[in-house]
């Protein structure tokens, strides 16, 4: 967060005289949102894979002035995209300083900044919030009350001597504290049904209800939330009246594409170790055969966060693989793969009567995906001199101890292994552990599809004959 501006208004006062005028949050929204589709900028970025789904379904919503709930399984970015609005909003928005919740200097709502505003005028001290404030975000834990939420009579007032049924006595919750801003409830239908009852009017109405008496605040906040489809029949749901007050219903989804699910591992994981681009299409191979696999509970879903750790592990793998060896730089190959299944086994919800054949299942969906990416990697290239090279006795072992430069020096000079590594993107000029990653690649392409044998134990593997 930047600095605030030294050149912006400090009083209601200069604030009237350099012509600002309120503006709702909807409005606000609306304005900048048209504003970057009309300058041909991205309004939403880092979102991977929506642009043609989702996101124009938000932007109608948005132009609209609607609340949102975004429905969708586990993994597919709904929180990720909830926090992109933030940055619709207006970089610096005045507010009264010093005022409980966040009051527009020339539209009070509040008794106490009302009274303000009329005892100072044009003197009301303004202060500037940046848009990052002005976004709030909630889990719906099961344990919210309304207190939290809307708002409760807070004792200590009462004890200074104020009358019970005084507005000023009410200590206000997380929704009301949002004012002029976004307010996201993630899990929306994990709060129990009378607490949402409390979200009706702060939807419709726009005023709040504690304790036995209405307090009318025109509240101005864009409510948006997420669920899971299954948790209308599962864990809890979202009741009616409240589901109608909602404008936009809009489905998230899993990435629709190979090149979709890779830009968002690229994008998200931290990867210690150099992942080529051959392994990040391996592993978004794998999700996207587990997504479809029937012995994968899919109601549940293969997050997209599955696919990120995969490739994170598979670059812990290569980093432990280069300080075994010494090798430098450190660089994934295949053999990395194998550490996925084992580790990554309980982010999975199985179906029933699969217990006990969960690791089999996984080494078949990835070495599935092995071959579907050797297949798009290496079509129409000739990898039989290879198989020739191998079962004349030029044995190829690799391992967690075993360098790239022992890969390759396993083999003859081959013509095929340049074209296999051109076909990878390396060079022929690159370090040793790149071009050895793809010769792995077509080496485990070729016992695949049963052109040479592969002898694995726990720390090394030799292709043979």
């Known amino acids: 967060m930047n600095d605030v501006p030294g050149n912006l208004p400090r009083t209601a006062g200069d604030l009237r005289a350099a012509g600002h005028l309120p503006r709702s949050i909807k409005q606000e929204l609306h304005d900048n949102l048209l504003a970057k589709l009309r300058a041909g900028e991205d309004p939403w970025p880092g979102i991977v894979g929506f642009s043609r789904t989702v996101l124009p379904q938000l932007e109608r919503a948005l132009l609209a002035g609607h ?23 207006d970089e610096w928005t005045p507010a009264i300083e010093g005022a409980e919740l966040a009051e527009h200097p020339l539209d009070p709502i509040t008794p106490e900044s009302r009274r303000r505003a009329t005892e100072l005028g044009d003197a009301l001290p303004v202060t500037w919030r940046h848009r990052d404030e002005r976004y709030t975000e909630k889990l719906a834990t099961p344990d919210t009350s309304v207190g939290d939420l809307i708002g409760d009579v807070d004792p200590v007032k009462v004890a200074e001597g104020r009358s019970l049924g005084d507005p000023e006595t009410i200590h206000f919750g997380l929704v009301p504290r949002a004012h002029r801003g976004i307010v996201a409830i993630n899990e929306l239908p994990d709060l129990a049904e009378r607490i949402q009852v409390a979200l009706l009017n702060v939807m419709e109405e726009r005023d709040i209800q504690v304790r036995g008496y209405t307090l009318r605040l025109p509240l101005d906040v864009l409510l948006v939330s997420t669920a899971n489809p299954e948790d209308y029949t599962n864990r809890g749901r979202i009741i009616t009246p409240l589901k109608d007050r909602f404008g936009a219903e809009i489905r998230t989804h899993y990435p629709l594409d190979v090149e979709s699910e890779i830009a968002v591992v690229r994008q998200e994981a931290h990867l210690v170790a150099e992942v080529g681009e051959p392994l990040l299409e ?29 490739a994170e592990t598979v670059g812990a ?53 092995v071959a579907e990416t050797a297949r798009s990697r290496f079509a129409g290239l000739d990898l039989l001199p290879l198989a020739d090279a191998v079962e004349d006795g030029h044995l190829v072992t690799t391992g967690e101890r075993v360098p790239g430069k022992d890969v390759l020096s396993a083999l003859p000079e081959l013509p095929v292994l340049h074209d296999v590594a051109a076909r990878a993107g390396v060079g022929p000029d690159e370090p040793a552990g790149r071009i050895a990653a793809a010769v792995e690649l077509a080496l485990e392409s070729l016992f695949l599809s049963r052109k040479l044998a592969k002898d694995s134990d726990d720390t090394t593997t030799v292709y043979g004959r």
């Not at 010494?326 to 009567?353: H, I, N, Q, S, Y």
């Open 67 to 89: 609340d949102v709930v975004l429905l969708g399984e586990r993994g597919q970015g709904k929180t990720r995209l909830l926090r992109t609005l933030a940055g619709l909003l």
């Open 317 to 369: 793998a290569a980093l432990r693989r280069s300080a075994l060896t010494g090798e430098e730089p450190a660089v994934a190959r295949p053999v990395d793969l194998d550490a996925v299944p084992a580790v990554l086994r309980g982010k999975l919800e199985f179906e029933p009567g699969e217990e006990g054949r969960e690791t089999e299942h996984l080494v078949h969906l990835l070495r599935r995906a």
């Open 282 to 310: 391996v592993l978004a191979r794998f999700v996207r055969n587990l997504r479809e696999s029937p012995v994968i509970d899919q109601r549940s879903g293969v997050s997209a966060r599955f696919a990120v750790a995969a």
